[in-house]
């Protein structure tokens, strides 16, 4: 996901953008994504989805195959 106006993708998203980046419809996306916002600050105007928790639980569905490790989670296993 890229914003609008530059090159540089997106970390943090909407609710409307993780249910989009995911294919899903809002109803869908909150029935049954576990990730939870992040606040940002007060009210859900500023609540922001982490694209990479949003992927982690993506990779968590594929049956029979290992969740991706990236860099993060390899070095939180030291």
Known sequence: MRAANDNVPL???TKT????YCG???PSFDSVCPVRA????????WERY???EVDAW??????GE?????????????
């Open 58 to 63: 993506i990779d968590s569905l594929r049956p």
């Open 50 to 52: 982490d694209i990479r």
């Open 38 to 45: 992040i606040a940002l600050g007060v009210g859900v105007r």
């Open 17 to 20: 953008q993780a249910a989009r």
């Open 66 to 78: 290992a969740p991706l490790r990236t860099a993060d989670s390899l070095l939180e296993a030291l």
């Open 11 to 13: 970390r943090l998203l």
């Open 24 to 26: 899903l419809s809002l």
